[in-house]
């Protein structure tokens, strides 16, 4: 059983950072992407930023230049880190981990959403 535990939301000012982080855990041998998505009230959830297991990143338009996605490999953990918060960036954010393979399947997994809330 594989299970993603979020952690690092919370209350900012405009801004102000945050960083998320990601923890996956159980029999895991590899994990192929890495992401974080968000959805704000009354929109669809959308990529944030997503990292392959070749470190190649790619990030949504509206936060390039102000988040960057990483992982450790070694502890099966996605970070990301937001500076320069706006209060668009305001939402539940979700970890998504690809292609996550347990030895004897591969399988998708997300965690269960952090809140991030940019205001004054």
């Known amino acids: 059983q594989v299970r993603l535990v979020e952690s690092g939301g919370g209350l900012v000012q405009p801004g102000g950072s945050l960083r998320l982080s990601c923890a996956a855990s159980?029999?895991?041998?590899?994990?192929?992407?890495m992401g974080w998505y968000r959805q704000a009230p009354g929109k669809q959830r959308e990529l944030v930023a997503r990292?392959?297991?070749?470190?190649?990143?790619n990030y949504a338009d509206s936060v390039k230049g102000r988040f960057t996605i990483s992982r450790d490999n070694a502890k099966n953990t996605v970070y990301l880190q937001m500076n320069s918060l706006k209060p668009e960036d305001t939402a539940v954010y979700y970890c998504?981990?690809?292609?996550?393979?347990?030895?004897?399947?591969?399988?998708?997994?997300w965690g269960q959403g952090t809140q991030v809330t940019v205001s004054s």
């Open positions: 990292i392959t297991s070749r470190d190649t990143t």
């Open positions: 998504n981990m690809g292609g996550v393979n347990t030895g004897w399947r591969t399988d998708d997994y």
């Open positions: 159980g029999s895991i041998s590899t994990i192929n992407t």
